[in-house]
């Protein structure tokens, strides 16, 4: 590990089940388990895997002029977003070319999530910080270290928190992609969406307190 690397919330937990740790985007993370990248790449196709995904980094848009700010600095449309739903984006420059990747979560009417690449979260953030001047009512706060973010992908992620989810799965996204949706598991609020990047038909990232992060990777697994 460089001795520069940030750990996520779980990374005790990950060292003390013997992964494999590699530095990535700035952060100490686990690569795979003692039982083999090939057998955790096939258990997630035919069951579900677990990832800590909580290196992305993860700004709270908010205030009066969140959606014009948002309208300007992305290449999407977040106009078409209601709450609850979700879209992929870019993070454009001022000639139009990419800064970063990313994902934007509408938490309600004037209440944003934009997830970043965890290389790129510093420029991310720099870069955004210099558009908000445009928007002095509009309200950008780094929420990475506050929230630890997780992803369950594969045919069974689905069953598992309906397992879980209190006091019903009502409470998960709906069926489409994109959706999101908040939940209760052991009493902690948990905002729910039907995204990832793993290729699965069905999958879930779940965004929670990071204090509460291994209470709830437990439950799951």
Known sequence: M?????????????????????????????LNYPIGIVEE????????????????????????????????????????LDPGQSQYTIIANESGGAVDDSYLYRLDEKEY???????NSLKDWNWLQEIRKKYPQAILEDRTAET?????QGPRSKAVLECILYPSHSYLPDPGRN????????GISVNI?????????????????????????????
């Open 41 to 80: 790449h096939l258990a997630t196709r035919k069951f579900g895997g677990l990832f800590d995904i909580s290196h992305m980094g993860r700004f709270r848009v908010s205030g009066a002029q969140a959606l014009p700010f948002l309208q300007y600095a992305l290449s999407n449309n977040a106009v078409a």
């Open 148 to 152: 630890a973010m997780l992803s369950l």
């Open 179 to 186: 959706h999101l949706r908040q939940g209760t598991i052991e």
């Open 2 to 30: 460089e001795a520069s690397a940030r750990k996520t919330v779980l990374n005790s937990w990950h060292r003390g089940h013997g992964a494999h740790m590699v530095t990535f985007g700035g952060w100490d993370m686990p």
């Open 193 to 221: 969406a039907r995204t990832g990047y793993t290729g699965e038909a069905l999958g879930f990232e779940l965004f929670l307190p990071s204090d509460k992060a291994g209470l709830i990777w437990e439950k799951i697994l």
């Open 113 to 119: 999530l934009l997830v970043v690449n965890a290389a």
